[in-house]
């Protein structure tokens, strides 16, 4: 599963549908509201463990624990977005705009 690494969101994102179609509960979680750029509305807190996997998709690069995530339950389909709090304030990130890359590195 593919994300967007979202350099101006405070937080991570994921449409309800996502995490739903695994069995987990998205209403367990703590409701809140949130704004961003794009949309604003009603989500529910949530802690994750996510995987990196390796460009060869074949072994994991570094596992995060309990990160957390808002889910947000909407009628469109929308990307999973990685924000800064638990997810990119882990690592030393290098943009490269003129080659289109993005590198996660561990400090």
């Not at 794009?38 to 994750?48: C, L, R, Y």
């Not at 469109?76 to 997810?87: D, E, H, K, Q, V």
Request: hydrophobic letters at 45%; a neutral charge; aromatic letters at 8%.
């Amino acid at each position: 599963m593919s994300a967007l690494v979202d350099t101006g969101a405070d937080n991570s994102m994921c449409p309800a549908q996502i995490t739903e179609a695994v069995g987990h509960n998205t209403l367990s979680g703590k409701e809140i509201t949130f704004a961003g750029a794009a949309s604003s509305g009603k989500a529910w807190e949530h802690f994750i463990n996510i995987s990196i996997m390796k460009p060869d998709y074949k072994s994991v690069f570094h596992a995060l624990s309990n990160v957390p995530f808002q889910l947000v339950k909407r009628r469109t389909a929308s990307p999973i977005l990685l924000g800064r709090n638990g997810f990119l304030d882990q690592f030393v990130i290098h943009i490269d705009f003129p080659n289109k890359l993005l590198t996660l590195e561990l400090p």
